[in-house]
């Protein structure tokens, strides 16, 4: 199985390996995260992203990160060789799920069904009345008091 690491500020990455978590339990080893403090130093970051891949113990690892261009996604470009890792930035909770379900599968297929779910997850969402509602509205310049 790949090993997914999480690379982003802090606590988004923990925070993320948590929900991941709360929905399949049995990823905990496959899924760790690095959250980049404040006024932390890149390099103590990228060794702390260097200890978590060790102990990932994985020949091959999706690193996700937050943000493009920020010290998160820069440590985790030191990290990517292309070879045995793949690297995508932007990471959301639908991108950390469907790389968690499809860890089985060939490091280029899991980092495009990432790229896939964290695209694919966010969409606009029109409003509607509750279904539970009746609908029952009052005009503007009406108020209800309770006592």
Do not use: W
Not at 123 to 131: D, L
């Amino acid at each position: 199985m790949i090993g997914i690491l999480i690379i982003a500020h802090a606590p988004l990455a923990h925070a993320l390996r948590e929900c991941a978590l709360h929905v399949f339990p049995d990823c905990a080893q496959g899924v760790l995260a690095v959250d980049v403090l404040p006024h932390e130093a890149p390099e103590t970051t990228l060794s702390m992203a260097r200890q978590a891949m060790d102990k990932l113990g994985t020949p091959e690892v999706l690193l996700l990160s937050d943000v493009f261009g920020a010290t998160p996604c820069n440590v985790a470009q030191k990290l990517n060789d292309g070879i045995q890792t793949r690297l995508v930035a932007g990471a959301n909770l639908p991108m950390l799920l469907r790389s968690v379900c499809y860890r089985h599968e060939s490091l280029d297929a899991l980092a495009a069904r990432a790229l896939a779910g964290g695209t694919q997850g966010v969409m606009p969402v029109g409003s509607t009345a509750p279904q539970n509602q009746t609908g029952k509205r009052h005009a503007t310049s009406h108020h209800d008091h309770q006592q």
